[in-house]
């Protein structure tokens, strides 16, 4: 059973799928264009720049929300919001669950049956619903919290993946032959068992980001994610909620964005994993 994906394989895994390459062109558009968006975007985004809501135009090619707004402006600073949102609490989740991971099944015994039965008591949680609950009593929480509270409830299956990946490597020769030649406990996990989870873990993390901004948006729509004037994809379409059917490019245009980005990650995911075991990878 193959525990590695080296970045050899990986990339052979894109190059045989050219819709690999369309969904991390599609990803690498979105993120340009949230870099850029004070660059480019034509208005500020909280400007009213019209008389109401009126329809795309060559003065705005997506048209203007009720309050007057530019949606093209809106959606490219949503964008920033939204992408950002999701890469730091990723970022946040895959540091974690391999932390988790890696001292459980590294450790072993009476860690790994703790830590485990931990992160299953966490996972058997609603997380939509627990994140709902936390927002609900803390009105108005802050974006950090926002990132915090996603990353904090996204490294469960993270742990898991690392947890199998690192008990697999541990016995392999490459780390008895370390432990032979005088390695430290430590140095055998950092330098010989952990870069065998890299790629399994960055299929995974690829995964978890497509569910964040998912769920960034769920609860930026409920009014418990971010708050305005900050925009993000999931607020620009709370916003359209009451008119969404008669002005209907207010709330095309950024959910379009959010399928667009969600669908282009969860695609690359499924790609990816064709290059690693997929045995060893959560569940969707």
Known sequence: MRSVAPP????????????????????GLAGALAV???????YPPDAPVALGATPPSLAHPLGTDGASRDVLSRVLHGARVSLAVALVATVLAAVVGTAVGAIAGFAGGRADALLMRLVDALLALPRVLVLIAVFAVWPGA????LVLLIGATSWFPLSRLVRAQVRAAAGR???V?????????LRVLLRHVLP????PL?????????????????LSFLGLGVQPPQASWGNIVQDARDYGFVHWWTALFPGLAIALVVTAANHLGDVLRDAVDVRQLPPR
């Open 8 to 27: 050899q394989a990986l990339l052979a895994a894109l190059r045989r799928r050219p819709s690999a390459l369309i969904a991390v062109a599609v990803l």
């Open 36 to 42: 850029l968006a004070p660059a480019i975007a034509p």
């Open 142 to 145: 802050p974006l950090s919290a």
């Open 173 to 175: 020769e490459y780390a």
């Open 177 to 185: 032959a370390a432990r032979a030649l005088g390695a430290g406990r």
């Open 196 to 199: 065998n989870a890299a790629g």
């Open 202 to 218: 960055v299929v995974a993390s690829t995964l978890v980001a497509g569910d964040v901004v998912l769920l960034e948006a769920g």
